[in-house]
C-alpha cells in the first residue's frame, strides 16, 4: 500500500480514499469535512476549518506552501522558510510519503 500526503493536496485525498491514517494537516483538515453517514459518529465530528489566506499559485509563498492556513505552522521547524522535502515515513512495504516538517 502507498500513502502520499504533501504540497499537492490531490496525493493527500488518494491517501484518504485508501484507507491510510492522515499524517498532513491539510489531509486531516480535509478528512474533518467528510460527513459520516452514521447519526452518532457524526454528531461528534470535529471538523478542522482551516483560516488564513490562500496563497497565490502564481506567486507561491517561500517555504511551505500551505504554511499561510496551516494550523501548526511553526518558525522553529521552518514552515516559512523551508521547503518540506518528501519523507516515506511507513516502512518499506507499506510506504507512506509526506512532505511536512512535523510529521
Ligand atoms: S511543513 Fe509546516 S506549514 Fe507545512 S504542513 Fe507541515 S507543519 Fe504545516
Known sequence: MLGVEGNN???GVGSAVQGIPALH????ALLS???IPDPVVEA???RIILSGDVPSPMRPPPGCVFHTRCPIASDAHGCRTVVPEWRNVGTS???HWVACHRV
Not at 25 to 28: A, H, L, M, N
Open 44 to 46: 461528534k465530528r470535529q
Open 9 to 11: 493536496y490531490a496525493f
Open 93 to 95: 512495504r507499506n510506504e
Open 25 to 28: 494537516p491539510y489531509t486531516k
Open 33 to 35: 469535512a467528510i460527513p
